[in-house]
Structure formats: structure tokens, C-alpha cells
């Protein structure tokens, strides 16, 4: 698997890192990868089952985010009804949403 990250310093890689199934993921979502901001989506953040207190906005249906401030989740289901389409601007923080 392919995986682009925006480092730090703000350049855009392009890396390889394989996840072997849902092997070593919550170790993923909880620490990163040092020294890059990894932004996440295909699963909605509705499904997490662990740490909800790191959404960004509301609860189950909106941006989460790591302690480290280094992953986001940015899947808010925009593919199902009650969904909505993430953005996040990584320079301000600030967030957008439509349904």
C-alpha cells in the first residue's frame, strides 16, 4: 500500500507502509508515524469503538484525532445519508463539514 504523508517540515512522500489487515492498526491510529501527519479516511468515524473522547467536533460524526496530534481520521460517512464531507486545513486547524 501506497501512503502519503505531509511531513512536518511540510513536504509531501510518498512512502510505502503495509498494514497486514487490521494487524498493528490501533497501533497506527494511537502513535503514527514520527515526524509525519497521516490523514486517514475509508472507514467512517462513526464505527470507532475506542477513545471517543478525541473527536474534533461531535461525537461519532466528525474529524478524530490522535493525542499526538499526528493521525486524523477524516471519514464522517459522507457516502451514506446521514453523513457528511470532511475538510481540514492543517495550517489553522480549521474544520468544514457538508452534508
Known amino acids: 500500500m501506497f501512503l502519503f504523508y505531509v511531513s512536518l517540515s511540510g513536504n509531501i512522500v510518498k512512502d510505502e507502509y ?4 487490521n494487524y498493528n492498526l490501533d497501533s ?3 502513535e503514527g508515524i514520527e515526524g509525519y501527519i497521516s490523514m486517514c ?9 475506542s477513545r471517543k473522547d478525541l473527536y474534533l467536533d461531535e461525537a461519532k460524526e466528525s474529524i478524530w484525532c490522535n493525542e499526538r496530534k499526528n493521525v486524523y481520521l477524516l471519514d464522517c460517512g459522507c457516502g451514506f445519508s446521514t453523513g457528511k464531507l470532511a475538510c481540514l486545513c492543517i495550517e489553522t486547524g ?3 463539514y457538508a452534508s
Not at 18 to 21: A, D, N, P, T
Not at 41 to 49: I, R, V
Open 94 to 96: 480549521e474544520r468544514y
Open 18 to 21: 503495509y498494514l497486514e489487515g
Open 28 to 30: 497506527f491510529i494511537f
Open 41 to 49: 479516511g475509508h472507514t467512517p468515524t462513526g464505527n470507532l469503538t
